[in-house]
């Protein structure tokens, strides 16, 4: 599955354009499922279905979108002007390698000024979006032959390994969590499950929850699990929440998460010896969770995270460790799932 | 390809051997003599056969810009300073091998969203940084580094766009590969190959490279800074990426001869090879301790302007290295000794 995760990382896929990573996502997810689809928003369903088609459905959901640019302008020496998708911080950006998804692809640098020829208040003053652009070794005529305003950039960082099974990588929020459900999914193999199992990974997570919004509307689950990514400890991360790489897996609670839900997935990590961790998060959780749980008439909702360092980055770097712990906490949660203790209840009549 | 073997290998200011290595196994059956001196200067002469000829020196330095860990802190990551300048706004989100053992590590940045309001968009200082190699903690990091190791950029050797190509350390692989290029020339002076050490950390080999074969001319085969790039008037450019082999009449260690000067514009225009003159007193390389060796020596630099140089993705157009060889070669057959 590593080898799998790294193949996603690579393969560019951006809020919105999410084209060039879903077919990869389909591949995976129909070894394992009994029907794939691609809704009107992009979003990737995989459906494995109980005896009794009628049983309710419960959803699990990652996002597959990352962070990027997207096309301005071109100037007329040739340089692409970009603006951001998503959350990206301007210092990644210098001398950073990118690739341009015009009519075909082509590779690109994020131009940035020599140190020799810097003023000294130049230097270390920041960097700002506006200033920079995307050289691509081209004329002007030549790029608008290619690209158009509008079009994806993404980032061509390849992921690495790196020591104690930690892998480093673009994207990996949230194609980490997207790996961690198929890996549940090849966990529950062979087992029958009493509902029905949406298996959504959702585009659009970065610019605003949008993919899951559709994606749970046309899942319809009573009970869902979320995976993302949450911030890993660095010697800079200060008093803000972190959790350790290699810690296990994170279970969020607070209002958006379905008090049961959580009870029953810290109870299974317990039985399981699954490593864990507890966020307490006192409000939205900025994750997929939030839209989800609102979904129709509400759904039962838990988050589980998997704790990742430079968020946001292109060297994005987790450990495997959790990966698998979170895995191994949807599959077995799953598994102690009874969904009709979440069905309407009447209180009388 | 020697440049992009070159690019792909991995030599620092003090630990050139990868570098030097290759070097001598490229010219080993081509030069006559081949020595290497005490700060890992690579030294090859090809003699004219004459007696008492005159001596003409070409160099490149093998070193490029690099990072070295200073500690390594209890959580396992890797602080490091830089050998050479690098600024450190190239350096956030990028990947570097780390020791002999090339140990994959990056350097990450605290995420966008835990960054407080004054923190944002701000410039980084290298005391902020480090190299992450997954590490459990200090203990593990200690298995696979040690204090004093060197690490590199992790960049492709990638051609892109009109004949350009980016890769880590085409400053100076690039004038090592024009250089491995007159390993088969023979004149009627005798020719000295230097490859030095340790320009990045103030131009050490050529200090003493110089001293050692006392020559009657200098050549430096060098990349320089290029800011013809976006953000940039054509006004302020130094250099044209493209614009052919830059000749300099200054740069902030040396000021180059005008009589000399002349005589490589006019060879250059006899050939009709592109050539261009920096328009900033900007940086500097081993001709800056060159010309001042031994009582003087007269030196002359070709480069080539490079875009984004000491950064992980610097770029060069081919047609500005092909000037530069070509230049230094229909050069040496017309240097007034």
């Known amino acids: 599955m590593i080898k799998n995760l790294m193949e996603l990382s690579n393969a560019g896929g951006i809020s919105g354009f999410e084209y060039t990573v879903t077919p990869f996502i389909e591949k995976l997810l129909k070894k394992y499922c009994d029907e794939v689809n691609k809704d009107i928003s992009g979003n990737v369903i995989g459906y494995i279905y109980a005896e009794d088609k009628n049983a309710p459905t419960v959803m699990i959901e990652a996002h597959t979108d990352g962070i990027g640019l997207m096309v301005k302008d071109i100037d007329e020496r040739g340089y692409i002007t970009f603006v951001t998708i998503g959350g990206v911080d301007p210092r990644i950006l210098p001398a950073a390698e990118v690739v341009v998804c015009g009519k075909r692809e082509i590779y690109g640098i994020i131009a940035t000024a020599s140190p020799h020829l810097m003023a000294a208040d130049e230097r270390n003053a920041g960097v700002k979006i506006e200033n920079m652009a995307v050289d691509v070794g081209m004329t002007h005529d030549e790029v608008k ?140 959780t900025g994750t997929d969770a939030w839209v989800v749980q609102t979904t129709r008439l509400g759904v039962a909702t838990l988050l589980l995270s998997i704790p990742l360092r430079y968020m946001h980055t292109t060297v994005e770097t987790l450990s495997m460790k959790d990966v698998e712990a979170t895995a191994k906490l949807i599959a077995n949660t799953l598994l102690n799932l009874n969904t009709e203790e979440f069905s309407l209840c009447t209180l009388k009549n | 390809m020697y440049l992009k073997e070159l690019t792909s290998l991995r030599g620092v200011p003090g630990y050139e051997a990868p570098v030097r290595e290759y070097i001598f196994e490229k010219i080993k059956d081509k030069c006559d003599e081949i020595y290497r001196d005490n700060i890992g200067n690579l030294i090859a002469v090809n003699r004219s056969g004459k007696e008492n000829a005159k001596k003409v020196m ?28 690098i600024d450190t706004s190239v350096l956030v989100s990028k990947k570097v091998l780390v020791g002999d053992m090339a140990i994959p590590g990056v350097i990450g940045a605290k995420a966008i969203h835990l960054q407080k309001k004054g923190e944002r968009g701000k410039g980084i200082e290298i005391e902020e940084l480090y190299i992450d190699i997954g590490a459990k903690d200090k203990k593990e990091a200690e298995k696979k580094v040690q204090l004093g190791d060197y690490a590199t950029f992790d960049s492709e050797y990638t051609e892109f766009g009109n004949g350009f190509i980016k890769a880590k350390a085409l400053d100076d692989r690039l004038g090592c590969a024009a250089l491995l290029e007159l390993a088969d020339c023979r004149y009627d002076f005798d020719l000295y190959l230097v490859f030095t050490a340790q320009e990045e950390t103030g131009l050490r080999g050529a200090t003493v490279a110089a001293k050692r074969v006392n020559p009657d001319f200098a050549i430096v085969l060098e990349t320089t800074a290029c800011n013809d790039t976006f953000g940039y008037l054509e006004k302020d450019y130094s250099t044209i990426c493209g614009g052919g082999v830059v000749l300099l009449f200054a740069d902030m260690r040396t000021y180059y001869s005008k009589e000399i000067l002349k005589d490589v514009e006019r060879v250059a225009k006899k050939y009709n090879i592109p050539y261009q003159f920096k328009k900033t007193v900007s940086g500097g390389n081993d001709a800056g301790a060159i010309h001042l060796s031994c009582g003087g020596i007269k030196t002359i630099t070709m480069s080539v302007a490079t875009k984004y140089i000491h950064s992980p993705s610097s770029v060069i157009n081919k047609n500005d290295f092909e000037a530069q060889k070509m230049l230094v070669q229909k050069y040496l057959q017309e240097v007034k000794l």
């Open chain 2, 58 to 85: 070409v160099c490149a330095h093998m070193d490029e810009v690099a990072l070295f860990v200073t500690k390594i802190t209890e959580e396992g990551f890797l602080k490091f300073d830089t050998l050479g300048g």
């Open chain 1, 145 to 284: 032959e290619i690209v158009t305003p509008g079009d994806m950039i993404y980032f061509k960082t390849d992921a690495v390994k790196l020591l104690d099974k930690k892998l480093s990588g673009k994207y990996l929020d949230d194609r980490a969590g997207v790996i961690s459900l198929l890996m549940a999914l090849r966990e529950l193999k062979g087992k029958k499950l009493p509902f029905n199992l949406a298996v959504v990974c959702a585009v659009q997570e970065e610019v605003g929850l949008r993919g899951a919004v559709t994606a749970s509307f046309g899942a319809d689950p009573i009970c869902a699990i979320v995976v993302d990514v949450c911030h890993g400890t660095t010697p800079d991360s200060g008093s803000a929440t972190t959790f350790k790489l290699g810690t296990g897996t994170v279970i969020t609670c607070g209002p958006n998460i379905d008090r049961r839900m959580f009870e029953i997935a810290k109870k299974t990590a317990e039985e399981n010896k699954i490593k864990y961790s507890i966020e307490a998060e006192s409000g939205h």
